[in-house]
């Protein structure tokens, strides 16, 4: 991976995705850009950037805002931490969701860490359904993350699928990440009473995944549970994995077995990150 996009809004959640896309940048020797979107100011965003009583209509305090995001970016790049030459800025003034979706084609990103629960700068961008919008439409794998995370501690990576379908393209990318950690895998089918197949038939399926793919280092299992986001994190809690791996379409932003929005709920709901990416839609 040679650039790794951080969307940055001065929260706690954002300082966890730059230092762990440091972290990842130093064992894969990628750059980092680190993006601010500054939205068309309102009274609120003003006062988050620590300016009172302005008018945001006025031009002239959309250029010292700009200046102020462009000091505070230059503050984190310089502390101790994240001190390093593979660090650049770039700040846009737009629309955060759409500004990010469109960094990714511009500076060909590699990846993306998205902090979620994010309240300053972008107006709460990284809540909700918002980090679901960016896993849907990135074209570039995303990994979400809550809170601070290290990276060498990370070991275990489950991926959960329904195995009918074999997207090349995906698992690469998958391997590649399992290669950057130097992790175990952990695929996992999970098991519901409304889409109930034998162990015989998963086995089968699940062996013959990891022979296409010539996976080393991983594991195979059938998890039981009443509904799949739920099973998937329930999972990964039993075995004490590190991070989670889903596929996800683009244009429904779910995983090949997964109805409705399972993908996205287990971005929000997961404590430990988790990384997406799209799986061909044919």
């Known amino acids: 991976m040679k650039r790794i ?27 980092i850009m680190l993006l601010n979107v500054i939205e068309h100011p309102t009274a609120d965003s003003f006062k988050t950037l620590g300016m009172q009583n302005i008018d945001p209509m006025e031009q002239l305090y959309i250029k010292k805002m700009y200046e102020t995001v462009q000091a505070k970016l230059a503050n984190v790049v310089s502390a101790a931490k994240y001190s390093d030459d593979r660090i650049k800025t770039k700040i846009q003034l737009g629309n955060p969701f759409n500004t990010i979706i469109d960094q990714i084609t511009e500076e060909k990103v590699s990846l993306m860490v998205v902090g979620t629960e994010g309240a300053e700068g972008l107006s709460e961008f990284f809540a909700g359904s918002n980090a679901e919008k960016i896993v849907r439409k990135a074209s570039c794998p995303v990994i979400t993350i809550q809170d601070k995370c290290e990276l060498e501690p990370i070991e275990k990576i489950v991926f959960a699928s ?30 519901t009473p409304a889409s109930f197949t034998s162990t015989r038939h998963d086995t089968k399926q699940m062996e013959e995944f990891v022979k296409k793919h010539s996976i080393d280092n991983c594991t195979i299992e059938i998890y039981n549970y009443k509904n799949e986001e739920d099973g998937i994190i329930l999972y990964a809690e039993d075995i004490k994995a590190d991070m989670i791996a889903l596929g996800t379409h683009q244009r429904k932003g779910v995983g090949h077995f997964l109805a409705g929005s399972i ?13 997406t990416a799209h799986l061909n839609d044919d």
Not at 10 to 29: G, M, P, R, T, Y
Not at 163 to 190: C, E, P, W, Y
Request: overall charge negative.
């Open 5 to 31: 996009l951080v969307p940055y809004d001065f929260s706690k959640v954002s300082e966890h995705a730059l230092d762990f896309a440091c972290q990842i940048a130093d064992k894969a020797d990628s750059d």
């Open 162 to 191: 329904d195995f009918q379908h074999s997207d090349d393209h995906f698992v690469g990318q998958m391997l590649d990440l399992q290669r950057t950690f130097n992790a175990q895998l952990n695929i996992v089918k999970i098991n």
């Open 263 to 275: 993908a996205e709920d287990v971005v929000n709901h997961a404590k430990i990150p988790v990384w």
